[in-house]
T-cell receptor, first 115, second 114 residues
Framework: DTAVSQTPKYLVTQMGNDKSIKCEQNLGHDTMYWYKQDSKKFLKIMFSYNNKELIINETVPNRFSPKSPDKAHLNLHINSLELGDSAVYFC??????????????FGPGTRLTVL | AQSVTQLGSHVSVSEGALVLLRCNYSSSVPPYLFWYVQYPNQGLQLLLKYTTGATLVKGINGFEAEFKKSETSFHLTKPSAHMSDAAEYFCAVSYYSSASKIIFGSGTRLSIRP
């Protein structure tokens, strides 16, 4: 009974391709996030959704588009992949939106390698 | 600008020794403070957090951290390291005004020597 799950775990693709990463949480949380962790382990937020509504949108190329079909799912679609997109992408969730003290629960990550 | 700094990208201690991982924040308003741990090939997991009240916070796996406002620090300690503590540790901050947004430090890799 995994709390936050992501698929796929590994993704290897060519430059210029379009790919998607899926995320699901079974915690009943209202808020979900996407983070990017680079090769130096630096972790930065990309997006956050609350009950299907975008609430955080950091400075991310518009090739990245999050989609939330329902509050338990937040998918990340990436168009025209570039070498610099290679990273580990983490999905996370938290119970309530807009609460700075809320604990975030992370998925296991998706390692994206762009060749 | 609000930021968090972790001193030392890599810390190595002997099994049974004290673990001390340093974290300092920079902001004009008091933050909420977190320590997350990332075991190899896994996602992050909350170790402990400070929101209000007692400045010494106890977390899971025997870790604790103390919020020192005068030093703008939130160092993580554990009295006796165990081999299973080997992982990447991230200090993070959030602010009342920034809703759910967390700013992470660059991480400290903790190695344990037998």
């Amino acid at each position: 009974d995994t709390a936050v799950s992501q698929t796929p775990k590994y993704l290897v693709t060519q430059m210029g391709n379009d790919k998607s990463i899926k995320c699901e949480q079974n915690l009943g949380h209202d808020t979900m996030y996407w983070y990017k962790q680079d090769s130096k382990k630096f972790l930065k937020i990309m997006f956050s959704y609350n009950n299907k509504e975008l609430i955080i949108n950091e400075t991310v190329p518009n090739r990245f588009s999050p989609k939330s079909p329902d509050k338990a799912h937040l998918n990340l679609h990436i168009n025209s992949l570039e070498l610099g997109d290679s990273a580990v992408y983490f999905c996370a969730s938290s119970q309530v939106a807009g609460v700075a003290t809320d604990t975030q629960y992370f998925g296991p990550g998706t390692r994206l390698t762009v060749l | 600008a609000q930021s968090v700094t972790q001193l030392g990208s890599h810390v190595s201690v002997s099994e049974g020794a004290l673990v001390l991982l340093r974290c300092n924040y920079s902001s004009s308003v008091p933050p909420y403070l977190f320590w997350y741990v990332q075991y190899p090939n896994q996602g992050l997991q909350l170790l402990l957090k400070y929101t209000t009240g007692a400045t010494l916070v106890k977390g899971i796996n025997g870790f604790e951290a103390e919020f020192k406002k005068s030093e703008t620090s939130f160092h993580l300690t554990k009295p006796s390291a165990h081999m299973s503590d080997a992982a990447e540790y991230f200090c993070a901050v959030s602010y009342y005004s920034s809703a759910s947004k967390i700013i992470f430090g660059s991480g400290t890799r903790l190695s344990i020597r037998p």
